[in-house]
């Protein structure tokens, strides 16, 4: 397997731009490779091939609707209606139970057809919502499963996973796509690029963050 080859698992969204680009400072050939899971904000892969393209990374959808149909979230049922505050003693409802865990395995299919070390993932620990999926924990016990289940020797690779939001604003901007991040990703869970709807719980932490550091940058 080629160690400088990566497949970025690319939403689109603040996290996983940063991702990409990080990876196309780290790898010498990069795939991006999108997942349509029947998100209300489904907006988010269009967003995606988009920014690939407009950067010339080879662009790869993923039909997964299987996911929204084996699990209940906020993010695939019109019907529930969205936390907008985490939950005492559970997970938010925007939860999608399995998705980290199918998208990483879909995308080390992907990554041995296409001769991939390298998955590269923005999942963070320090991120408000604590999703199960998203933990330092699961990856490396995921990683393990996966070069057992594919005789390979895969690396995810998380490079936001000990980041909060202002640190990963930091990271953007240290990589030249600030206003990139800012003006042309889509994070809101109802599907409007840029700064958002502003009041679903990823606006929240997006913007918070960067209001946060803004008031850093303006010092320097």
């Known amino acids: 397997m080629n160690k400088d080859t990566a497949v970025v698992l690319f939403s689109g969204g603040q996290d996983s731009t940063t991702c990409l680009f990080?990876?196309?400072?780290?790898f010498k050939k990069v795939y991006a490779l999108?997942?349509?899971?029947?998100?209300?904000h489904v907006k988010e892969v269009s967003i995606a091939e988009k920014i690939a393209k407009d950067h010339h990374v080879e662009f790869h959808i993923m039909d997964s609707h299987f996911i929204s149909e084996v699990g209940t979230s906020s993010l695939t049922d019109t019907t529930i209606e969205m936390d907008q505050e985490k939950p005492k003693d559970k997970y938010p409802n925007t939860f999608v139970p399995g998705r980290n865990l199918f998208f990483l395995s879909i995308a080390a299919v992907f990554a041995a057809e296409h001769d991939a070390m390298h998955l590269v993932t923005g999942v963070s620990q320090t991120d408000f919502s604590g999703y199960p999926d998203c933990r330092d924990s699961f990856?490396?016990?995921?990683n393990v499963t996966l070069n057992l289940a594919m005789d390979k020797q895969f690396c995810i690779d998380t490079p936001l996973m000990?980041?909060?939001?202002?640190q990963t604003w930091a990271m953007a901007d240290d990589l030249g796509v600030f206003d990139l991040v800012k003006d042309h990703t889509l994070t809101c869970y109802n599907g409007i690029p840029g700064?958002?709807?502003?009041?679903?719980?990823?606006c929240k932490l997006r913007n918070d963050a960067l209001h946060e550091y803004e008031a850093i940058r303006n010092k320097k």
């Open 22 to 26: 990080w990876a196309l400072k780290t």
């Open 195 to 202: 700064a958002g709807c502003g009041h679903c719980p990823s």
């Open 34 to 40: 999108s997942f349509s899971y029947g998100q209300k």
């Open 139 to 142: 990856i490396k016990s995921l």
């Open 162 to 166: 000990w980041l909060d939001k202002v």
